[in-house]
């Protein structure tokens, strides 16, 4: 009896925690997504060259700011299932780079930007389950 009163309130303090990352989150989420949705449909500059700057940055790039938005995603709606996380991040990364070739604005659509986004937002998905498992 003492041992599933424990479970029990360990289970509830879990909870309790994940709601608190949840509600951090839901305020984080919004004001990230539209800056990032501002910097991938801006009108494009031409890049000086800098030294960190190496051939295939931009896809580092679109990897990690949507490791950023997959992890600020689950974070935020952790109970949502796989398919619809999955499903709602690749629609946005097909139609930003959509935009990005219909804007005319210095822009082109290309097909490794939405496989790097991809990855980036399972990245970003893999890390808060791995993260949340071991520290809840």
């Given amino acids: 009896m003492e041992q599933i009163s424990l479970n029990y309130f360990q289970l509830k303090i879990t909870r309790l925690s994940l709601d608190k990352i949840s509600?951090?989150?839901?305020?984080?989420?919004?004001i990230y997504?539209?800056?990032?949705?501002y910097m991938l449909l801006k009108p494009g500059v031409e890049n000086q060259e800098y030294w960190f700057m190496f051939s295939g940055i931009d896809k580092v790039l679109h990897l990690s700011i949507f490791a950023a938005l997959g992890f600020s995603f689950i974070a935020t709606f952790p109970r949502i299932k796989f398919s619809y996380f999955f499903q709602i991040i690749l629609i946005y990364a097909f139609l930003t780079e959509?935009?990005?070739?219909?804007?005319?604005?210095?822009r082109s659509m290309e097909?490794?930007?939405i496989v790097a986004d991809t990855i980036g937002c399972l990245i970003g998905y893999y890390t808060y389950k791995i993260l949340i498992k071991r520290f809840f």
């Fill in 111 to 113: 097909t490794l930007d």
């Fill in 33 to 37: 997504w539209a800056f990032l949705t």
């Fill in 98 to 106: 959509i935009l990005q070739e219909e804007m005319g604005l210095g």
């Fill in 23 to 30: 509600k951090i989150f839901s305020k984080i989420l919004p």
